[in-house]
């Protein structure tokens, strides 16, 4: 198993996601949006391109405000199109909104993104990107469980050894609570 720790630590890029956001338990819906959006749009490609265009996403994308990418037009989708500061993809950008529309309907349904997501767990890999798949567009295996990694709900972000995952385990990741294995398959 390759770990992101082995290219991560110390690398400009990838460090300071690697030390202060990957595998951190995450319950704001802005930021869990802004990871949802992000690793839709890394599939195919690579995750220091993301890291690169975020700043690009987050203009791009209104500051990931669910309300306001969810209201997107026919205007907001040919300007994210035409935006080189992100990945120019119809069927990643449509995606996007869908899935914040999706979002937002989770606030009447159970509260918010992260009251959903805490209220499915814990569920195995293979349940959660069927979960996924029947809720929001363009989740398939990888993307879940990225993302599902990437806030804390699967195991598997970190070495042993790394000292984020220490600090990872003093927060109680849910994948923690529900005593899965850090080794567990991802």
Known sequence: MSWYCDTAIGDPLHGPYHDREYGFPETDETK?????????????????????????????YDGFEVDRVAAYGEAERARLLADPGIIRNRLKIEASIHNAQVIRGFRESHGGFAAWLAAHHPLTKPQWVKLFKKTFRFTGGEITGEFLMSIGYLPGTHRADCPVAAAIAETSPPWMEAGESFYAEA
């Open 32 to 60: 869990l949006f802004e990871r949802l959006v992000l690793e839709i749009n890394q599939a195919g490609l690579n995750w220091g391109l993301m890291l690169k265009k975020r700043a690009g996403f987050q203009a791009a």
